[in-house]
């Protein structure tokens, strides 16, 4: 099997739709889509509604059949960058506290 990736083909930018109905624009167009160590970021920066709205994209936007190689980062690694900018530190304590809330069943 060969692999070929086109510059064409290489996305930058937001990838988090600003809201669900954008998600109605999307068509199924790929075959793999590779997420690399993105996950903490759009949690951190977009909530878990942006999360959310990125994996549904991410399925929206797969063939059928089409495969997501995601590599999740571990909670552990939020704690490193809770105090990258204001808005990331308040999203990090947020999470924190719904994570004990969850952990301890409060």
């Known amino acids: ?5 086109y510059s064409d083909d290489l996305l930058q930018g937001d990838y988090v739709p600003s809201s669900d109905t954008d998600l109605c624009r999307q068509c199924s167009e790929y075959h793999v889509i590779l997420a ?3 996950t903490k970021w759009i949690h951190l920066t977009h909530g878990d509604s942006g999360l959310r ?11 059928p059949g089409g495969k997501l190689i995601l590599e ?13 900018t ?7 304590i947020a999470f924190v506290y719904v994570y004990c809330r969850i952990r301890t069943g409060c």
């Open 36 to 38: 690399l160590s993105v």
């Open 72 to 84: 999740a980062q571990p909670w552990s690694s939020y704690k490193r960058k809770k105090k990258l």
């Open 53 to 63: 709205r990125s994996f549904r994209r991410m399925f929206l936007q797969l063939r």
């Open 1 to 5: 099997m060969s692999v070929s990736i």
């Open 86 to 92: 204001v808005c990331v530190h308040v999203d990090y």
